[in-house]
Nanobody, 136 residues
């Protein structure tokens, strides 16, 4: 089973940028869809962005569109979340997760696409999280 380890969190001023990384163990990383979620104390885990195994389909939460970019490097077993224009409301613990069965994707012929926001229940392995704090 894949194991995930996030890094890249920290303290940044509003308007700044951070790039989160999620390193995965195992040789089947390229067959997993991946996602980023975030959570603040007392709130439910919130979807941020997702990417299909080949990287040709992505999906973003409305709060992330235009500011965040998810990408992956299957040769390096790593998925990234580039976050620009950070706001204080982006402060949270950020988690990456793997969807090994592709439950968050919809099949159209031979291709798979995101058609709705993935829910946490579709993801079977989670990292420990990395804290992002945005000061105003």
């Amino acid at each position: 089973q894949v194991q995930l380890a996030e890094s890249g969190g920290g303290l940044v001023q509003a308007g700044g940028s951070l790039r989160l990384s999620c390193a995965a163990s195992g040789r089947t990383f390229s067959t997993y869809a991946m996602g980023w979620f975030r959570q603040t104390p007392g709130k439910e885990r919130e979807f941020v962005a997702a990417i299909a195994w080949s990287g040709d389909s992505t999906y973003y939460a409305e709060s992330a569109k235009g500011r965040f970019t998810i990408s992956r490097d299957n040769a390096q077993n790593t998925v990234y979340l580039q976050m620009n224009g950070l706001k204080p409301e982006d402060t949270a613990n950020y988690y990456c997760a793997s969807d090994s069965l592709g439950l968050s994707l919809t099949q159209f012929g031979d291709s798979y696409y995101y058609t709705e926001p993935p829910v946490p229940g579709y993801f079977d392995v989670w990292g420990q999280g990395t804290q992002v704090t945005v000061s105003s």
